[in-house]
């Protein structure tokens, strides 16, 4: 049996740096190495911030 390798896409935690809301998610390892930043909705504070990647 061939050996697996290991997995590009790895689930990632999303967390809001103004709140204690969390988005889970995938992404690609190969593609993105660094930590990802993307500003999504909270619903807590009912108004867009940034979420950064938490392990």
Not at 30 to 46: C, F, G, Q, T
Request: charge should be positive; glycine fraction near 0%; aromatic fraction near 8%.
């Amino acid at each position: 049996m061939a050996s697996k390798k290991k997995d590009a896409r790895i689930v990632i935690k999303l967390k809001s740096t103004e709140s204690d809301h969390v988005y889970y998610t995938e992404k690609n390892r190969r593609n993105d190495p660094s930590r990802l930043e993307l500003r999504k909705y909270d619903p807590i504070l009912r108004r867009h911030v940034l979420y950064r990647e938490t392990k």
